[in-house]
Nanobody, 125 residues
């Protein structure tokens, strides 16, 4: 079992920044690829970013490239999502998730075994 707890969400004006954190406990955190997903009201859950268990490879959805940065600190069992130049369309509940290491880090939510409870991010215009 891996337990995940997100923090750092809140209300921010458009153009602002937030850093989300996801603290993991339980099984060996460093053996999991870690992803961030989000879900806006009335919309499907959407992949945002993923980072390889080594921290050496990252992938992003096109809409956040150049604005969001995913990183991890395996010594602290924590993954981060630094969000800058936020837009109202970034408003959503953000979830971190853990996927067992496989061939490549995946944007497919079905590959992730463990999920956090989510943290709300609201961007005002």
């Amino acid at each position: 079992q891996v337990q995940l707890v997100e923090s750092g969400g809140g209300l921010v004006q458009a153009g602002g920044s937030l850093r989300l954190s996801c603290a993991a406990s339980g099984r060996t955190f460093s053996r999991y690829d870690m992803g961030w997903f989000r879900q806006a009201p009335g919309k499907e859950r959407e992949f945002v970013a993923v980072i390889r268990w080594t921290g050496g490879r990252t992938y992003y959805v096109d809409s956040v490239k150049g604005r969001f940065t995913i990183s991890r600190d395996n010594a602290k069992n924590t993954v981060y999502l630094q969000m800058s130049s936020l837009k109202p369309e970034d408003t959503a509940v953000y979830y971190c998730a853990a996927a067992p290491v496989s061939g490549v880090p995946s944007p497919d939510a079905d590959k992730y075994d463990y999920w956090g409870q989510g943290t709300q991010v609201t961007v005002s215009s």
